[in-house]
């Protein structure tokens, strides 16, 4: 007998994928400033003056006459100036951007088929797969 008394067939197909997306951005900004001044003045000044005078006149008669003069005069003048000036400095700006973006993405196709029949009599069992 050669009639098939039983049958099995299948066949199809899978479709399947996977996307992914991550994506970062940020920024950051500094700014530093530091400043010192310091200044400082000094000034003196003096002034000194001394005068002294001596006047002497003397008269006798009419052939005697004496006359003296001792004068001093002394001037003293001073001027001191002191002037000091420092500055420090620092300034400085610090800015950064960033980005980034990771993309994942995959397809998976499968196709399959299979069958199987069985002949009856003794053993006659046969297999097909694609």
């Known amino acids: 007998?050669?009639?098939?008394?039983?049958?099995?067939?299948?066949?199809?197909?899978?479709?399947?994928?996977?996307?992914?997306?991550?994506?970062?951005?940020?920024?950051?900004?500094?700014?530093?400033?530091?400043?010192?001044?310091?200044?400082?003045?000094?000034?003196?000044?003096?002034?000194?003056?001394?005068n002294h005078g001596t006047h002497v006149e003397f008269d006798q008669g009419p052939a005697v006459h004496y006359e003296a003069d001792d004068y001093t005069n002394y001037s003293h003048d001073a001027n001191v100036d002191d002037h000091v000036f420092a500055a420090e400095g620092s300034e400085n700006a610090h800015q950064a951007e960033f980005g980034q973006m990771d993309a994942l993405s995959q397809r998976f196709d499968t196709a399959f088929m299979n069958g199987t029949e069985f002949h009856g009599g003794q053993a006659g069992l046969g297999m097909a797969s694609n």
């Open 1 to 50: 007998m050669s009639d098939v008394d039983y049958g099995h067939f299948e066949a199809g197909q899978e479709h399947d994928g996977v996307d992914q997306l991550h994506q970062a951005q940020g920024s950051e900004a500094d700014y530093n400033n530091q400043f010192g001044v310091y200044e400082n003045d000094h000034h003196a000044d003096t002034s000194t003056d001394y």
